[in-house]
């Protein structure tokens, strides 16, 4: 991938001086990821230490854009090594999936290191490593997962540096993974010119490093203080219920009903006590996470489409018959409209039996729906996350959604809000789930078949409220590492905030936690609209468009399986004549910003294709990359 073999003597002497040996190589390398790794939120801190991400390159731009044996085989272990340490967390899922996903990940980083050596030929360090880096990060980021992992961003790290993070609202996260590459890359022009003599001269000036290398900090910073977020009013107040019930529990409960649904139930009821005694106001909210509903919810009218020949896809587990369908459709009024607005006429008797049961162990909340008291104080509505069942190309399907049901009865159950972005191999399988030994690991592992179907676009829910209506872009859990799913509903409609309904109880107290919240203040961020976390097992929080804490679930200092309930009010973006809210610019040109990154990319990698130049900088001189041999690729 180099030029031919007919450098001359003095290009051979020039290359070996500037060959970098396999070992020195995968240092360099492992050391970038090692610094990329302490930046991480949740490392060290919860936010983690995100200063540190303006060197993390330096180590790649300084020695991986020199020539040198088996550079990529270098560069892809030492990425597997370090991505193997930064996707830690899925050991408390599938402990022997974090090397394979690191191995096909490094490919990414290994080949953005081929990019690196033909650019550094061309232009400073401050230029070549950002748009190598960029180039594959948004490759990444667009190429659909399994394939990769678009979440892991440089920008992130700037998630909690206000004076960084505000230039969000402009350039969104690739802003700011741009200025962290070009930082470092400028780093290792200094090393390099400070290391040059006149045998080796530096192929660029310092100014010329410089000018490149701060630019984009400037910019950042400039923009951060320069703009700010939609004014704000008081919006609803919402309680946010968080059981701490650990994954293993909730997925092999031998009676899910009482090992789970009483303990959230029993939690809802003392955190609306704890208001009461306090003389709060009621909230307009209460919402529970994701799929914390016990019962499915089911499409109106799915008996009559099974009767008339709709089914489940034959290599799922889902025996479904009428009676089992007419046995949903009560569980939910039971554990919905009878528990929460009081409709003691919708409890079936088979379903009180088990509230009896509850009642005489001391649940005195059961007690209560017995004697057809709502949990819920009038004019309260009610969210949570649920498995749906509808139907679909007349097969009965599932998906991952979050539904609103406000007080007056079983009629104001809102459109479901179903998950957008599913996560491989825990909600689908691309077809392997057609494969019986697949299904066997996946049930094993899980205690169910992956087979959920995305939802089309991210849902906005009407939240009717003592001030008037609110509109919430409800997402899912894995949702939240995405932008589309709030930058979208926010460019194509209105929306007063963003809620998501997660569940991370899979990774225990891991980093993946604090990383989520990470994600959740830039979105907010970026979109100029507060942004409510509703998580089963931590981190709930409320973050306002600043990206700013309004209110977080702590205990002690910890925020992670911690059993409680929240209570915030959550900013509005104040609406003008028209009942329009203002867009940030990012959301307003999100599409051709995306064009733009593409189109400078394509542009420096077709310069990276041409023959290296001979003279750059103050003067005339060799490039001391030139007259590499094709073997050091």
């Known amino acids: 991938m180099e030029e031919s073999d007919s450098a001359t003597s003095g290009s051979v002497a020039a290359r070996g001086a500037n060959s970098v040996p396999f070992g020195v190589r995968f240092l360099a390398a492992l050391g970038t990821w090692l610094l990329f790794y302490f930046s991480t939120p949740g490392i060290g801190r919860a936010g983690g230490f995100g200063h540190i991400a303006f060197l993390a390159l330096a180590p790649w731009g300084l020695w991986c854009s020199r020539p040198g044996p088996k ?100 350039f969104g996260v690739w802003g700011l993974s741009y200025m962290f590459a070009a930082f470092g890359g400028w780093f290792a022009d200094l090393r390099r010119i400070k290391g040059a003599d006149a045998a080796h001269p ?19 910073i400039a923009l951060s203080y320069a703009t700010s977020a939609p004014e704000t009013i008081d919006g609803p107040r919402v309680m946010i219920v968080q059981p701490a019930i650990a994954q293993e529990r909730k997925n092999f409960a031998a009676d899910p009903f009482r090992e789970y649904y009483a303990d959230v139930c029993s939690l809802t009821a ?67 409209q009878a528990v929460l607005f009081g409709e003691r006429k919708l409890l079936a008797r088979v379903i009180a039996a088990r509230f009896e049961e509850l009642a005489r162990s001391g649940h005195a909340w059961a007690q209560g729906v ?30 991952n959604a979050v539904f609103l049901w406000e007080p007056d009865g079983l009629h104001n159950r809102s459109a479901p809000a179903a998950k957008v972005q599913l996560v491989p191999g825990a909600e689908y ?59 979208v509903p926010v460019r194509e409609g209105e929306v007063d905030f963003h809620l998501i309904a997660s569940n991370e109880a899979w990774y225990e107290t891991g980093v993946e936690m604090d990383q989520m919240v990470a994600f959740s203040r830039l979105r907010a961020i970026m979109t100029g609209r507060s942004l409510v976390r509703v998580a089963n097992a931590g981190i709930s929080i409320v973050i306002d468009p600043e990206g700013r804490d309004v209110a977080l679930l702590e205990l002690d200092g910890r925020r992670k399986m911690v059993r409680g309930t929240l209570r915030a009010t959550v900013p509005i973006p104040v609406r003008d004549a028209s009942g329009a809210a203002p867009k940030t610019f990012y959301v307003r040109t999100e599409r051709w910003q995306i064009g733009a990154w593409w189109a400078g990319i394509a542009l420096f990698l077709a310069i990276a294709g041409r023959r290296p130049v001979t003279g750059v900088g103050r003067s005339a001189r060799p490039h001391p990359d030139a007259g590499r041999a094709p073997s050091e690729s």
């Open 71 to 170: 550079a990529f085989l270098a560069e892809w272990l030492a990425g597997t090594l370090g991505l193997a340490l930064v996707f830690g967390w899925l050991c408390h899922v599938v402990p022997g999936i974090t090397v394979p996903i690191s191995m096909v990940l490094a490919l990414y980083f290994a080949l953005g290191g081929v990019v690196l050596r033909r650019l550094a030929r061309r232009v400073p360090l401050a230029l070549a490593v950002p748009v190598a880096w960029m180039a594959f990060e948004m490759l990444r980021w667009y190429l659909p997962h399994p394939l990769s992992v678009g979440w892991i961003r440089l920008g992130t790290m700037a998630h909690d540096t206000g004076w960084l993070a505000g230039s969000a609202r402009i």
């Open 202 to 220: 530096a192929p660029f000036s310092r100014r010329t490093c410089t000018l490149f290398g701060l630019a984009p900090v400037v910019t950042v």
């Open 270 to 336: 003392e955190g609306l006590a704890e208001i009461r005694a306090a003389g709060e106001p009621t909230p307009d909210l209460v919402a529970w996470g994701e799929a914390m509903l016990i019962s499915p919810v089911t499409e109106a009218g799915l008996a009559a489409a099974f009767r008339s020949g709709a089914r489940p896809l034959p290599w799922t587990e889902h025996r479904l018959d009428v009676e089992h369908i007419t046995n949903m459709v009560l569980w939910e009024m039971g554990c919905v």
């Open 370 to 399: 017995l004697d057809g008291e709502a949990m819920l104080p009038e004019g309260t509505s009610f969210l949570a996350g649920a498995v749906y069942f509808f139907v679909e190309d007349g097969a009965i399907r599932r998906q």
């Open 429 to 487: 399988m691309a077809g392997l789930e057609r494969w019986d030994a697949v299904r066997r690991v996946a049930k094993a592992v899980g205690g169910y078949i992956p087979d959920m179907l995305p939802g089309e676009r991210t849902e906005v829910l009407s939240l009717r409220t003592q001030r008037g209506r609110v509109r919430i872009a409800t997402t899912v859990c894995f949702d939240n590492a995405f932008d589309g799913p709030y930058t």
